[in-house]
C-alpha cells in the first residue's frame, strides 16, 4: 500500500482543519509525526499549565469537543483516514496526561511524553481494537485519549510506589 502524501506547509496555512489537524506543522515531520506533534503539544501546553490551571482546563475541554471536527475534516481533505501527520489527537493526549500529573516538574514531564508515546505506539487492548474498529474524528481521538488514560494510570503507580 502506498503510503499518503503529506500536504505542503502552504497547504496547511489555506485550511485552518489542515493547520490544527497536523499541529501548526508538527505532524509534517519526515520521521515520527505523532512523537513530534507530542513535543510540539507538550511544550505548548506546560506555559499554558504553569500559568493558569484553570485555562489549561479550558483549552484541553475546547481541544477534545473540537479535536473530533478537526481531525475528520483534516482526514477528509486528505482522503485518507487516521493520516500519520494528523497530530491533533496527540496534543490532546499530552494535554491530558500534563493535567492529571501528580507534580509538575521536568521528570513528571518527561515521564509524561514517554508513557504516553509508547501506549500510543504500542496500542494495547482496546486502544488497537478501537483504532481500527472506530472511524471518523471520533475514532481518531479516541485511541489517544485512552493511550493518555493508560499513562496516566502507570504514572501514578510511579508515583505511589516510588514517589
Known sequence: MKAAKNPT???LLKSPFLMLGF???????????GTAGTLLGLLL????????????????????????????????????HDHGGIVWDEFVGIWLVLLFLP?????FWVLAFI????FDIW????????DQKVHGGFG???DDVLAAVYAIGVIWLYYFFMG
Not at 103 to 107: D, K
Not at 115 to 118: A, D, E, G, K, P
Open 103 to 107: 507534580e509538575q516538574g521536568v521528570i
Open 23 to 33: 499541529g501548526f506543522g508538527s505532524g509534517l515531520a519526515k520521521k515520527a509525526p
Open 45 to 80: 501546553f506546560i506555559p499554558i499549565l504553569l500559568w493558569n490551571e484553570s485555562i489549561a482546563w479550558l483549552v484541553l475541554l475546547a481541544g477534545t469537543l473540537f479535536g473530533s471536527l478537526i481531525c475528520g475534516k483534516a482526514s477528509e481533505q486528505l482522503g485518507v
Open 123 to 130: 496500542k494495547p487492548w482496546p486502544i488497537r481494537w478501537i
Open 9 to 11: 506547509f502552504s497547504e
Open 115 to 118: 508513557t504516553f508515546r509508547l
Open 140 to 142: 481518531i481521538m479516541l
